[in-house]
């Protein structure tokens, strides 16, 4: 069975410091990768997708992809509490299948 | 429309009864999917249409859980003689292509099973 692993946290982090989440993943065949927010009640949003080895940056955002080790991650800088959420990790395994991981909880304090 | 509509956005049924959620993707996706998701848990793939062919329909928990798309837009998840653990929030998403554009998700509908 194809697998998504996150720590549930919560993590917490102070408000300006960078917060770090990590995901990794089964299926050696994935190619498309992706990281969603979903604030409580509601539906998950797109934040980053990442297909290439490597550092993929969008403003506050840098998601990290290492297909060897099976290991994708998430960076947020200068964290802020409108960050508070959970972030899902999701991989394409096989051809349609979006796989989702379990999410780990970001608390930003002020 | 411009995103995914999903409704009813609640739904409250009595243990026994079926139900139906619909879902209005983003015009022009191909791409279809179902997941349900229990609080405190990320979502679980449950269906997935490529227009109106249903390819792959592994995550239905059991035979009482069925979907179509019959015209390739529009879909119905019909949950017959609802359990309590059926409850959950079921979130349809539908993306552009197959295989690796990112997933825009509907609001959601969710289930409550009395």
């Known amino acids: 069975q194809k697998e998504v692993e996150q720590n549930s946290g919560p993590l917490s982090v102070p408000e300006g410091a960078i917060a770090s989440l990590n995901c990794t993943y089964s299926?050696?065949?994935?190619?498309?990768f992706f990281w969603y927010r979903q604030y409580s009640g509601k539906s998950p949003e797109l934040i980053m997708s990442?297909?290439?080895?490597g550092d993929k940056e969008d403003g506050r955002f840098t998601a990290q992809l290492n297909k060897a080790s099976q290991y994708v991650s998430l960076l947020i800088r200068d964290s802020q509490p409108s960050d508070s959420a959970t972030y899902l990790c999701?991989?394409?395994?096989?051809?349609?299948?979006?796989?989702f991981g379990k999410g780990t909880m970001l608390l930003v304090s002020p | 429309g411009a995103g995914v509509s999903q409704s009813p956005r609640y739904k409250v049924a009595k243990r026994g009864q079926d139900v139906a959620l619909r879902c209005d993707p983003i015009?022009?996706?191909?791409?279809l999917f179902w997941y349900q998701q229990a609080l405190g848990q990320g979502p679980e793939f449950l269906t997935y249409?490529?227009?109106?062919?249903?390819?792959?329909k592994s995550g239905l928990p059991s035979d009482r859980f069925f979907a179509e798309r019959p015209e390739g837009s529009v879909s119905t998840l019909k949950i017959q003689r609802t359990q309590q653990e059926d409850s959950a929030v079921y979130l349809c998403?539908?993306?552009?292509?197959?295989?690796?554009?990112?997933?825009?998700f509907g609001n959601g509908t969710r289930l409550t099973v009395t």
């Open positions: 998403a539908s993306s552009l292509d197959p295989g690796d554009s990112p997933l825009h």
């Open positions: 299926d050696r065949g994935s190619q498309s």
């Open positions: 990442i297909y290439s080895n």
């Open positions: 999701a991989v394409y395994s096989g051809y349609s299948t979006l796989t």
């Open positions: 015009s022009g996706h191909v791409s």
């Open positions: 249409f490529q227009n109106e062919a249903q390819l792959d």
